[in-house]
C-alpha cells in the first residue's frame, strides 16, 4: 500500500472538521481515500479501525487547534477551501446601466412569508447590493379574496427580519386608476376586447383554436362595455377583458387571456373596488411603469412572462432582463397557506411560527439567522434545474454564524439523580464559548449527586462527565451502582467511555426543549435564564434558542446540531 492510511485520514479528518466546524465525519474521510486510492479497497475493514482511532483524536481539539494543524500541515487543503468560499457568488448581469439595476420583490399578503419566498427576495437583494440602484417592495393585494389585513403587518414583519434594502414599498391596490387607464389605451389601441361570453363557452371555443364573437367589437364598443364593468352594470363572472394574441397559438394558455375581472366579496382591507386587473397585466404595467431592468423569478413564470410580453409589445415597451429559476422543492414543513391556517384554526399548530411550519417566523423562532437563510439561498443562486432544498445546507449556513458566538451549556434530557461513590467534591470550569477565552467560565459545583440523562447512563459501563471525572457504573440487582474512577480523559477513552451532560443537584432548572419530533422535557444551567430571545448551544445536543423564562422554568426551540 503505497499511502500511509494513517496520515491520509489525519489531514482528511482535519480538513473535514474544518469546513464543517463540527467533529470530523467518518464517511466523507474514508470515501476521499477509496477515491483518491482504489487499491485500498479490500482492507476497508481494517482501516475503519485506523479512522476511528484518528477521528477520537481530533474530537478531542478544538476548533482553532483543527484550523492551526492543518495550516501547519497542510495548508493547501485548506486554501482550496477559502478559494471556493472566495468564488462563492452569483453570476453578473447583462446590460447593467451606469444607475444600475432596479428589482423587485413582489409577495401576496395573503399570509407570512415562507422560506421558499426567501429565495426570491434575496436573490433580488443579491444584485442591487452588488450593481446599486433601487429595490421595490410590490405587494401584489389585487385578489381580494386572498388579502386580510392583519396579513400586511405579518408581511412587513418578516421583510424587517429578511433585512432587505429596500428603497420603496408600493401597494397595488393604491393603483387600480392606473389600471384602468392603460386598460382603456390597450382597448383604444384594438389590443384588448370585453368578454361577455360564458366562461366555459369560451374556453371549448378557445381550445378548438375559434374566436368568440366578442372579439370583433370594434374599440368603440369595447370601451362602451368596459364603462359599464366599472359602473356596476355587471355581476361577477358575467364579464372580463381580454388581451387579444394569437387565437391559433399552439399553447392555449397564450390564447386571449385575461386581465381584468369583477370580484363582489369580501370587501378589499385598503380599496373600494370592484374592477380587479389580473397578474399578467398589473405586474406588466408595474414593471415598466416602476422602471425595471431586471426580473428574477420562478421557472413556474415562463408562460406569464410569454402572456405580459403581448402587453410590452401593443405599448411598445422594451422588456426588462428576464431569470427564471428552477422550483425548489421543501420537505419536512408545511408551506401551504391554507394549510397552515386550517392547521392553526384547529390547534394543530400553535400560531404562525410554529416549529412543524416553513415559515419565516418559525424559522426565526428556532433561532435560524436571516443572514444564514440568505447565505443558503445565494449558494443555491439561480439555476433553472429543479432541486430539493437541503435542510443540511441551512443548518451548516447558520452554524457558521451562530457557532463563534453562542454560549455552551448542559442540558439534561430525562434527568436521574446520580449519587457518585468515593467522588471528591469540586467546582468545574466549562468554558463560556471555547471560541472566546474572553468570555470567561460557568461554575458548577459538584458535591456528591448531580442529574445524569437516563438513557445514557442505562447504556453505559462508564460514562464521563463532561468537565468533571469519569464514573464506573454497576449494578444491585437492577439498581445502578455509580462509582468514582478518576479523571484520566485517556482512561475514558480506552474505555470508549461516551462524554455526557450533568448538572448538579442543586443549581439546575426545569427546561423545555421545543423539536420537529415533539418536546423534550429535562434540566439546564441556570445561566441559560440570562439567554432569553438568544441562541445558545446545548452541548452535544444543538444549538437552541431560547424562546421564554419563567421563575421556575425555561422554554427554548431546538434549530440543529
Request: with cysteine.
Amino acid at each position: 500500500m503505497a499511502v500511509d492510511p494513517k496520515d491520509f485520514f489525519y489531514l482528511h479528518a482535519l480538513r473535514n472538521a474544518v469546513e464543517h466546524n463540527d467533529v470530523p465525519r467518518a464517511g466523507p474521510v474514508l470515501g476521499a481515500l477509496m477515491g483518491a486510492h482504489p487499491e485500498c479497497r479490500p482492507q476497508a475493514k481494517e482501516l475503519s479501525g485506523i479512522l476511528q482511532a484518528v477521528l477520537r483524536e481530533i474530537e478531542g481539539m478544538t476548533p482553532d487547534e483543527r484550523r492551526g494543524r492543518l495550516e501547519e500541515l497542510a495548508p493547501e487543503l485548506l486554501e482550496k477551501k477559502e478559494k471556493k468560499k472566495r468564488e462563492a457568488g452569483l453570476r453578473p448581469l447583462a446590460h447593467v446601466g451606469p444607475e444600475g439595476v432596479v428589482m423587485r420583490f413582489a409577495p401576496n399578503p395573503s399570509g407570512p412569508l415562507h422560506i421558499g419566498h426567501a429565495r426570491a427576495s434575496f436573490l433580488n437583494d443579491y444584485y442591487v447590493r452588488e450593481y446599486g440602484g433601487k429595490y421595490i417592495l410590490r405587494i401584489e393585494d389585487t385578489d381580494p379574496k386572498r388579502v386580510r389585513e392583519e396579513n400586511y403587518r405579518m408581511l412587513l414583519e418578516d421583510i424587517e427580519w429578511l433585512g432587505l434594502e429596500i428603497s420603496d414599498i408600493v401597494y397595488q391596490s393604491d393603483r387600480l386608476d392606473i389600471y384602468y387607464e392603460y386598460c382603456e389605451k390597450l382597448i383604444g389601441i384594438g389590443g384588448a376586447y370585453v368578454c361577455t361570453c360564458d366562461a366555459e363557452v369560451f374556453r371549448e371555443k378557445k381550445n378548438a383554436k375559434v374566436a368568440c364573437p366578442c372579439r370583433d367589437h370594434e374599440p368603440e364598443e369595447n370601451l362602451r362595455l368596459w364603462r359599464a364593468m366599472r359602473a356596476g352594470d355587471y355581476a361577477e363572472g358575467t364579464i372580463t377583458v381580454r388581451v387579444k394574441t394569437d387565437i391559433t397559438h399552439p399553447d392555449p394558455a397564450m390564447r386571449d387571456f385575461s386581465i381584468f375581472r369583477i370580484v363582489d366579496a369580501p370587501p378589499h382591507p385598503r380599496c373600494d373596488a370592484r374592477v380587479y386587473p389580473l397578474m399578467n397585466f398589473s405586474v406588466a404595467v408595474d414593471d415598466h411603469l416602476l422602471g425595471m431592468t431586471h426580473v428574477i423569478r420562478g421557472k413556474d413564470h415562463i408562460a406569464n412572462t410569454r402572456r405580459q410580453q403581448f402587453i410590452y409589445e401593443y405599448f411598445g415597451w422594451p422588456m426588462p432582463e428576464y431569470f427564471h429559476y428552477g422550483r425548489m422543492s421543501i420537505e419536512g414543513v408545511v408551506l401551504s397557506t391554507s394549510a397552515m391556517k386550517e392547521g392553526i384554526s384547529q390547534g394543530a399548530y400553535t400560531g404562525w411560527d410554529d416549529v412543524h411550519l416553513g415559515t419565516l417566523k418559525a424559522i426565526a423562532r428556532r433561532g435560524f439567522s436571516a443572514e444564514a437563510v440568505r447565505n443558503a439561498m445565494i449558494d443555491i443562486g439561480i439555476g433553472q434545474t429543479d432541486i430539493s432544498f437541503s435542510w443540511e445546507n441551512l443548518f451548516a449556513a447558520n452554524k457558521a454564524l451562530v457557532d463563534p458566538i453562542a454560549p455552551r451549556y448542559f442540558f439534561v434530557g430525562d434527568p436521574v439523580s446520580c449519587t457518585i461513590g468515593g467522588a471528591p467534591g469540586m467546582v468545574a470550569t466549562p468554558c463560556l464559548n471555547p471560541n472566546d477565552p474572553a468570555a470567561g467560565c460557568r461554575h458548577l459545583p459538584f458535591t456528591g449527586t448531580l442529574y445524569a440523562p437516563g438513557e445514557e447512563i442505562t447504556t453505559a459501563r462508564m460514562v464521563r462527565f463532561k468537565d468533571l471525572f469519569n464514573v464506573r457504573i454497576d449494578y444491585d440487582g437492577a439498581t445502578p451502582v455509580f462509582t468514582y474512577a478518576g479523571s484520566s480523559l485517556e482512561e475514558a477513552r480506552r474505555e470508549h467511555a461516551p462524554i455526557i451532560q450533568w448538572l448538579p443537584k442543586d443549581a439546575a432548572v426545569q427546561c423545555t426543549l421545543h423539536t420537529p419530533d415533539g418536546p423534550v422535557s429535562g434540566l439546564c444551567e441556570p445561566g441559560v435564564c440570562g439567554e432569553q430571545g438568544k441562541v445558545v448551544q446545548f452541548e452535544r445536543i444543538g444549538f437552541a434558542r431560547v424562546d421564554e423564562v419563567t421563575e421556575h422554568h425555561v422554554s427554548a426551540y431546538f434549530a440543529h446540531r
